[in-house]
């Protein structure tokens, strides 16, 4: 019986043509994966930064899993949606984070950055986004933590 | 700009620029003059070389300081000019054209003489340029010619010659001479040629005199010569010198005139040489091979592309030539036309137009430069190509190595080595225990075809079973023949083992010393004999039994054989009778015809040739010996089996013998002991075939052991080929090399630490030979004593190591990956999984792997197997058919380490799940263990019972069967509301999460620093706002409570003892006035909270002032700090106030005397209790309360204090009672929590809802304080209007019966009614920051419920009794924001208080209400907007619009809302039955409460008093609590006699037993310590209707005086 803990945030997002955003995420497991408890799926506020190009969100992440199997690991999916002005949504990107997501870190305690790609949905002058989303990491043999920054 | 200067100055500046212009025009002068020499120059240089070398000697250096000069004077002309014009006016115009006309000249003059300063650039450049050229080409003589060229002076260039004459030609046509000069002269100025000829003259002349170095000059000329005529010097200059030269070197040269080859003649000998192909188209025959047509593919419909454009006669001349050569026809295609690709150049552009348009240019169509890169891969591997990036390691561990033969083995080492590889072959088959499996296996094929024949045996076997049958036989034999034969390969192996060990005793024994540690023991296991032996016979049996039948089937088939051939063979017979017997007819009877009947005798003979010889006669198969076959499985077991009974013998080896010392051994084994201790080894790495790396150097063990332990990294860039090892063996500092071995190369995935050592066998055929002990190697030698059975051993051995790809820092293997691998990867891995050998692919074709399974007869047995044997199981459950469906995770069954049922009795995921859900018992719970043990099952019992008996009704803990209804009610009400809001409360806002502390702003510092300046005023304390606490960072032990107790009103105070009833109250009165000294009563306060009980000084007086401040500390239920927690805190604060009595009594002690006891004893006056979830939402509490005091107080009075006499006559008990300021408050200060933000359903008008909300919004903004209800939710959570609540609803008919004539005074009763139902905060019974209103059959229903349905109730009640009752929402003490009822009656406003049922005027300064907000009927809503909230200053005429909004005005008007409430409210009728039960029940447990409270002293209850005293309490529930008269006390008084008697009535609202225990522990009876006390205690409960009752408990202690 193995279990798995993954804290962390989801920082931000830049890159968008817009800088209003908000972020749906959702974490993803195979069925031999039960949570213990957290949530495992969410939306972060609306962040429209006045200075910069990051909309921070620095949204926590605080799941608990236990798991009867290897397989079928956590992922996290990420869509980045943009809000206008008069309060609508609009899908601008999505991304999964894979494999990488739960890279086997023996015993070390390790803090890292990693981007993931968005796939942007949106098409902008028939020119498609590529986007990118960094995740911070920290892991501690069973417990994971991931800190996830969207740089887009 | 210069300043401006006086006369003088520019008088003498005027002066200086004259000068230096007569300067420059001498200056002028003379350069026109020398650029006229140097024409002249120009024209006649040959003649005039002196004055030419002087006028180059002269001329530039003029120049040259010309040109410095004259640049100054120009620019200082310039300036002067500049500043002249600008500065002086007096110039007259003289001087102005003067000027003018100097500036004109300066100008002209710089602009020729900056044409001489270009070219007299040249000249230096020329002469470097010359310069360099002697360097280099006049090695020789450079020395004398640069000395020589170093005193001329720099020469004018030609090409200032060049360019005079240009310029001349022009300035105009020039003269004849001009032209001719310019076209004919070389312009080569050549002066060092000059000084050459001079110098040659002068040679000249030393020749004449000096004729020996005659030949020397003639040499020095003709490389002169050669000089001149590569400096291409004139040939007019020269000639005069060759004349003078050429003489003597005559004889040499042979003039000759140029010969002419005229042209045909040049031709022909030409196309003697060369070869010129013809431009003439060659015939088709010729270009292809003899005797075959063209062939054209074009004609025969294939496609032939386009051949390039090539001009006929090219081609033709290309044709020609080629057919010249060798070979020349394999140029030409079947066509025969020369062979050419197709057309290569395409019609149209393949590539995208690209319009060089400024930013018209698609951006992504925009090329990008990308800087060419090496690929890692591409040359990583090819051989010789260090890329620094490649970074694959090849990790080569060299453990050690083993020899198992050695030339300096001693005899007996080679038995220990053979010694030892048995006992290692023993223990490998002893580990795979083949044996084993195959018994097993026979003895499960045998089982299975009893089986079979067992249940077909009544019925006719089919032919399948049959075959079954057959292929069954076929297994059980084959498997037996295995099994004997590893039997037996046991059984040998054994048998050698000792035979070896027993050779290696008589070796040592011989020998006389010991050289191998080897000892071999032999472990015996007895086994059962009897079991043992029925087992064996068993065995043999079976052995027979199928034996027999196979020779018995063998012996039919032969039988079945023999059969058929001697049928075959008599056929045969008869045949060949016939045919004799027709041989002898036709030869009898046709005899005349024998030619005929020979060709047909050779017919039949030929037809039947094979027959003629008469086949031999089938020998019957002999009948087989059936007794012989049991003696020959006997023979054969006791050959390769333990005799039955026999213990199991078990070998063991070990190395625990002693090896002799040398010094105790012979001379040859001492000789060969040192040779092995001389030799030493080593191993080499070869990666390549290149030596990479080498182990350390080891000398040799006795034990012929090396241990090296060596691990070599490899950094590689070439591709893995080979790796080997060279083992090397060192004697002294000679090394021979022993063996090779070869290392495979290993998987990318054969990664370090993840593989194990491999042992690599290696031998060598060298021969050696030893005159010591030492056998050699490759030497023939015997063990025998005769020297018979010779072998000869070669040198081998073991080396164990490993090849692995190492592993980077990054945990990524340092492998190439597999695309790289050269063909043939070597898999250096021994065992093969099953899975793996057929690919992971092949999993998913259930077909192909249950054919290979089929076709490799897996043994379904052998372990290696299982895996492969559950998966055809479970894939071919019948039919092999592929799935028809896709399995995401497949396998996932087989990769779980725990199964579903473990993951689901984890005690601890099943706590942190429930801890997650927030389920009631678990929703705090702190810390859950880390380990599964650690979680007891008690913890889930309270839930697991609760799960279980969720219906089931417990009646103990309530009393009352109703309410315990009600409060599984309640408890349901409450799961679903958490339920509902559980997600509303995860909803955070920014202030949950960001705690920011707020910049400080200019204003604030500037406030601060003014602060600073403040005079400090210690005597006026200044108010700081508290620190807010989140809860989450909080433990037990943080929070304190704070109870300021200021001081009390009108507290009772003593009477005295007296027997006379009439006088006391008198007395008491006059002597509280009269008589300050006498003691009336010392009260204290007494607060407990959560059972920590803490109390004031004693004070004196009814009007006590204490000022103290208590703490208390305070813990939350499990130790959770959080909002929803806080919340539900029941607890409530008991504020007691007490009479300290102190008593002496004289005690009369014989030896001491008189000694006086002092006993204090505090008496209970009154109390105030407020529950800690209004100190919790208020933080604050501040006021004077009014003191709950019983009733009825034996042995105090009150001090009446005046009366206000108003007209209305109830008003007469009003600031009666007794008050208590306080001030409580939580520190530090709690945040409480937000009520729920959530919209909730409902069934409103939306405009309404927008119109409430705007309302509210208003309200809010403009007076903040002041509470503002429009709309509430309702039990079921949706949002409803508040009006919707009020509706005229009758009361009990009981109530109204009581006074039936005066409607008025039922009023009274109406409250208490409403008074007496419990009341029980939304906060605490839903622990959810939400207000709900519960409908009045809904609260009638519950039984409980909090001020906002007690208002709406009585208000209710009000409106049906026909008063003008509205519903005023605001802010009390201590409830905080609450519902009061508001009545007009006889022109004066009552409040109506209707938790309590008191009632209070407007004017009343107790009235707990303190701020009103609105006021709420059926109709409207108002809105206070007066200055004040206070109800003392508040007018409540709702009609002026200025004091009172309304929500529905004329804008928007009522729209005609229907009321929530019932049309009538059903009440049940009275239970006096129950209420007599309960009061019984009631009164047991307190009397055993009370007993167990006093633990130490004996607690008697004195039944006289107590039976008064039960009289006593239904007429003060009938009087409803009003102060009653002296009249029962004198009578208890009268009736007790000598009793100091102090006691209390309490009244209290029933709901449940633990408040009325916490009620009268409160009051502090029990504690009375006076050894001859006794209690008496009454219980009363009175019943309302709908099961509302009033609880009346009388208390009283007694003392005896």
Redesign the interface.
Known sequence: MAELHIIGQIIGASGFPEKTLFCKWGIHTGEAWRLLSGLKEGQTQVDSPQIGDIAYWSHPIDLHYATKGLQGWPKIHLEVWHQDSFGRCQLYGYGFLGDDFDEKEGGRETEKQSEILLTAARHLNSAQFTCSCVIQRIMQHVYRAVNIHTSI | MEAPEDGEEDEREALKRHLRAERQKRKKRLLEQSSIQKSRDADDVKDVTSIQQYSADEGPSEKADDSVVLSKSRTGSQKGLTSRTQHTHHLDDFVKRRLEEKLKAARSKGESLQDKEASLEFPSRLHSLRDRDTVTRFDREADADRAGRRDSPPPLSTRVRFREAARQVGKGLPTAEEAFNFFTLNFDPDPPDVIETSSRRRQKQRKTTDEDEEHEDVDEDIQEENETQSEEAPLVQTQEDLFVIDQSPQDFLEIRKAEYVGYQKLLQLQSELLFTPSFRTVPTSIKLPENMKPRYLEDEGLYVGERPPVSLTNENILENRILKMEEGKKWFGDDGRIIALPNPIKESSTRPPLFHMEEALD??LQTVYRKAVKSKYANLYIAGAADPEGDYQLDVDVSGLIFSHHPLFSREHILGARLAQLYDQYLTRQRNNLTGHLTDKLNGLRNALRNMLESHSGLNPTQALQQRISEYNLEVRNTRHLRDSEQEKDRTLLKNIVKVWKEIKALREFQKFTNTPYKLYLRRENVDRVSDEQDYEDEILAEVVELEAETEEEYQNKLAEYKKRLEEWKLCRKKQKAKKKKQKKKKKGQAQDDTEGEDEEQDVSESEGPTDEPPPKPEPPERPDLGSIEQWVREKALRIRRKPGEAILIPELSASANITASELCPRAEKARREDVARRSLFTKILYNDKEVSRTDSRSLNTDFRVHFGQIFNLKIVNCPQSISLQVFEEIGSSCSLLAQVFLPVPEPSVVTGSVPLEEFEFSSNQRVMFDHEGVGSDVPLSFEADGSNKQSLLTSGKVSCCVSWGIGDD?VPLAPPISQQPGGVHSGKGHLDAVSYIGASGLYDMKKIGEWAKQSRLDPNDPKNASIMQLLKVASSGEVTAPEYFRL?HL?EE??????E??EK?GR?RL??L??QEVAEFRNYKFIPAL?REVTDTVFQEYEKRLKEGEVIDTKEHLDSHRALVAKYLQKIRESVINRFLLAK?HYL?SDLVTEEEIPTIGILGINLFKLAEPKRPLKPQRKERKKVTAQNLSDGDIKLLVNIIRAYDIPVRRLQSNKPGQTSHSALQGSIGLPDQIQVRPFVEVSFQRTVLQTATADGPNPCWNEELQLPFSAPNGDYSTASLQSVKDEVFINIFDEVVHETVMNDKNRGKSIQTHIEKRWLGSVKIPFSTIYSQSKIEGTFKVNTPAVLLGYSKEKSHFTNSGFDILRSLSEGTFITLFITVDPQLVPGESVREKFDTQEDERLLQASERFERDAAQRYPDRPCITTVIDLSGKTVFITRYIRPLSPPKELLDEFPNNPLEATPLVARFVSLIPSLPDQVSLSATCDLWSTCDQFLTLLAGDEEEHAVLLCNYFLSLGKKAWLIIGTAIPEGPTAYVLTLEQNLYLIWNPSSGQFYGQYDTFCPLQAVGCLVNADNVWFNIQQYTSPMRVSFDITKANLWKPFFSRTFSHPGLSSIQPEELVYRRTDRAAAAELQDRIERILKEKIMEWRPRQPTRWNRYCTTTLKQFLPKLELIRGQDVAEGHRHELQSLLGDYRISGFPLNLVFSEIRPIIEAVYSTGIHSVQASNVEFALAVYVHPYPNNVMSVWIYLASLVLT
């Open positions: 951006p992504a945990d995770e996932q990769f779980n380490f725990v199964t579903d473990e993951l984890s995921f942190l799940k801890r997650n599964e995860h920014l």
